[in-house]
């Protein structure tokens, strides 16, 4: 005989739970949080794809770190999706048989700066070259903060190349930012002699000055150690720990807290500031500046073709096929790409 269903029976449902939102708003300055996409102009080699994925980690967390492209995706295509989604700055990667190229963008309007990458290594060659790599689950949590050196001659593509790698990123008030959401710096410095420009990314560490290695480790990670070889539970304090700890203790390098920040590093006393670079390390050469978004009046040009109306010969034309349109802006890339080519050969 079947069960009569209890009508008055009470379903208990679990309570659904809503994400935090986002913030969209700067609140230090007022204006949109600043939104990346970093995406290829043409085919990339292995080892430049795994540089695009760098870049993308290095932009986090406001991009788009699975950003599907397709072949036939061309530039008007990115431009229609960056508008409702908030995106204010595309990082596009390309690769001729000189050199690869790297494009920072403005959208909609530009302004558009081309740096040449001379040589650049990857997060995960840097990783296999240090004896201790660091990488922290919260790592790229918040976004980096930004360091600029060298750039302060007075020229205004310099200028203009300050601004839109400030612009990339959110700005901070010294004020009010959490010391805890600082955890990682993208610094760039500029040689007026060489007119390079060095590219790196650190993540920013504090120790505590005057406590050994054995100790900190203790009370970070609450492991149990190893007394087996010891006599006494003071030789575990009083023995020196594995490293050097004279950096640490340089006056210069150490620093101290407003406030409490983890299990170590206490408001009382000194702190080490540290850097440990993650990657990715890039040598670049700014190439051009231009007005519009990969068009428009070349304000800029190391070649000495500044201040001259840039007409794409395709632009113009209005493509009977329906293919030539997809790939009118690659061609249009290609063509500025190996001229910058065909001008540093000269």
């Known amino acids: 005989m079947a069960r009569l269903r209890n009508k008055n029976r009470k379903v208990f449902s679990k309570p659904s739970v809503k994400k935090k939102a986002a913030p969209t708003v700067d609140h230090v300055t007022g204006d949109k949080i600043p939104k990346s996409f970093v995406f290829s102009r043409g085919k990339l080699p292995g080892s430049l794809r795994q540089l695009q994925m760098d870049l993308r980690k290095l932009m986090l967390p406001?991009?788009?770190l699975n950003l599907?492209?397709?072949?036939?995706n061309n530039l008007r295509d990115f431009l229609n999706?960056?508008?409702?989604?908030?995106v204010t700055h595309f990082l596009m990667l390309s690769k001729t048989d000189a050199a690869p190229y790297l494009k920072v963008a403005r959208t909609p309007q530009g302004p558009t700066v081309t740096f040449k990458i001379n040589q650049y290594s990857l997060a995960?060659?840097?990783t296999q070259s240090q004896l201790r790599p660091r990488c922290p689950s919260d790592l790229y949590k918040n976004p980096p903060l930004i360091v600029l050196s060298g750039f302060g001659s007075g020229e205004q593509h310099l200028k203009l190349t300050t601004i839109m790698f400030q612009n990339m990123f959110p700005a901070i008030d010294i004020?009010?930012?959490?010391?805890?959401?600082?955890?990682?710096?993208?610094?760039?410095?500029y040689n007026k002699d060489t007119k390079l420009i060095d590219f790196r990314h650190y993540s920013i560490r504090l120790q505590p000055v005057g406590v050994s290695r054995r100790i900190r480790k203790f009370v970070q990670n609450h492991q149990i150690p190893d007394l087996r070889s010891l006599q006494d539970v003071s030789?575990?304090?009083?023995k020196a720990g594995y490293g050097s700890e004279s950096e640490g203790d340089e006056e210069a390098a150490t620093v101290t807290?407003?406030?409490?920040?983890?299990?170590?590093?206490?408001?009382?006393s000194k702190s080490a500031v540290k850097l440990q670079e993650i990657g990715p390390r890039m040598t670049l050469q700014l190439l051009r500046v231009e007005e519009g978004l990969c068009s428009g009046t070349v304000i800029f040009s190391e070649y000495g073709t500044a201040n001259e109306k840039k007409t794409p010969g395709k632009?113009?034309?209005?493509n009977q096929g329906g293919e030539e349109d997809e790939d009118e802006d690659n061609d249009d890339d290609e063509d500025e790409e190996q001229e910058d080519d065909e001008e540093a050969s000269e």
């Open 175 to 189: 004020n009010t930012v959490k010391l805890s959401s600082c955890q990682r710096i993208v610094l760039l410095n």
């Open 62 to 64: 406001f991009t788009a």
């Open 315 to 318: 632009e113009n034309q209005k």
């Open 81 to 86: 999706v960056a508008g409702p989604m908030g």
């Open 257 to 268: 807290l407003p406030c409490d920040l983890g299990r170590v590093n206490r408001a009382t």
């Open 235 to 238: 030789d575990f304090i009083t």
């Open 124 to 126: 995960s060659d840097i």
């Open 68 to 72: 599907k492209e397709k072949k036939r």
